[in-house]
């Protein structure tokens, strides 16, 4: 334990969490942003030149300030990263781990092509949501919101929103593409197997 708690401070001391990762990050994204736009051109050998050095120059704006630490409490970007990565890592092992069931079941039906843009959806809130708590803004909610910084309730919300996704698929009948009617064909399965039995 303690060797291991000598290298965490090594990686502290030379700042990999508060420099290195992040401007590995922020040039990652902003480089393959400028390749993909192509706003300096596509097949341009210079514009791919230009490409890093903007990307190089973006990555030093986010990362020097909060170095320096001139970045205000709230609004220091290196900050939010750091807390919302975390997080959004959760929910991406939570979306592959559901793939992996579903999957299991599947085969290779084609569940994926009315239930892909539900799951790009709700991933797409739930990252929003995430990085709006990290940064802070969120909070204005006051105690409505608080309840979901519970470790507890957001692994329970998680499993309800797995369970209800599977019991979706489960339910659906070949063809059927929404997600509202599959599970009122399962409540109504069980509204009907009630009954069979008086």
């Known amino acids: 334990m303690a060797y291991t708690g000598n290298i965490g401070q090594v990686l502290t001391n030379i700042?990999?969490?508060d420099l290195w990762l992040p401007f590995a990050l922020f040039f990652v994204l902003s480089f393959v942003a400028?390749?993909?736009?192509?706003?300096?051109?596509?097949k341009d050998e210079d514009a791919k030149k230009y490409n890093i050095v903007i990307s190089l120059v973006i990555s030093l704006l986010v990362v020097?300030?909060?170095?320096?630490?001139?970045?205000?409490?709230?609004?220091?970007?290196?900050?939010?990263?750091?807390?919302?990565?975390?997080?959004?890592?959760?929910?991406?092992?939570?979306?592959?781990?559901?793939?992996?069931?579903?999957g299991l079941f599947a085969g290779k039906s084609g569940w994926t092509e009315?239930?892909?843009?539900?799951?790009?959806?709700?991933?797409?809130?739930?990252?929003?949501?995430?990085?709006?708590?990290?940064a802070g803004y969120a909070q204005?909610?006051?105690?409505?919101?608080?309840?979901?910084?519970?470790?507890?309730?957001?692994?329970?919300?998680?499993?309800?929103?797995?369970?209800?996704?599977i019991v979706w698929f489960v339910t659906k009948e070949p063809g059927e593409g929404h997600f509202?009617?599959?599970?009122?064909?399962?409540?109504?399965?069980?509204?009907?197997g009630g009954h069979g039995g008086h």
Request: glycine share 10%.
């Open 15 to 17: 700042g990999l969490q």
């Open 34 to 42: 400028l390749q993909k736009s192509g706003v300096l051109g596509h």
């Open 64 to 102: 020097v300030p909060h170095i320096m630490g001139v970045y205000p409490p709230n609004s220091d970007p290196v900050n939010i990263v750091n807390a919302a990565i975390p997080n959004v890592a959760i929910l991406l092992v939570a979306i592959v781990m559901f793939l992996i069931l579903i």
């Open 114 to 134: 009315s239930m892909s843009g539900f799951i790009v959806l709700i991933s797409f809130i739930a990252i929003i949501w995430i990085f709006l708590r990290a």
């Open 140 to 165: 204005y909610g006051g105690a409505f919101w608080s309840f979901l910084d519970n470790s507890e309730v957001q692994a329970v919300i998680v499993i309800i929103l797995i369970f209800t996704l």
């Open 180 to 192: 509202g009617d599959g599970i009122k064909s399962f409540f109504e399965g069980l509204g009907k």
